[in-house]
């Protein structure tokens, strides 16, 4: 018995990961095809997106979570439902931003 339910446990291991896989691959286009914003103030540290201001070059090399000046590409329409602990509304801007104080 304890056979039978490893090999459930592995055929859905495998079949969770396919399906996540293939969620990945079906949101990455769209996002390439033009169809995403630039959403700054959302990035965690190191994965913002490209160009995240003064003393940046590009694709993660923020310094903080939540720069200010850090931009991630996000689906069209987020960006501004998207929290941002820096932002002074609380959530993402489509422009770089002077971060609020603490």
């Not at 055929?11 to 095809?33: H, I």
């Amino acid at each position: 018995m304890n056979k039978i339910s490893n090999s459930a446990c592995a055929r859905a291991a495998v079949l969770s990961m396919a399906f996540g896989a293939a969620m990945t691959m079906a949101a990455a286009p769209a996002l390439a095809a033009g169809n995403g914003e630039k959403c700054f103030g959302v990035a965690l540290k190191a994965k913002n997106d490209c160009a995240a201001g003064p003393g940046t070059t590009c694709a993660g090399t923020s310094k903080v979570d939540f720069q200010a000046n850090a931009w991630k590409m996000v689906p069209t329409g987020t960006c501004l439902k998207t929290p941002s602990s820096t932002s002074a509304t609380g959530m993402g801007q489509l422009e770089a931003f002077t971060a609020k104080k603490a």
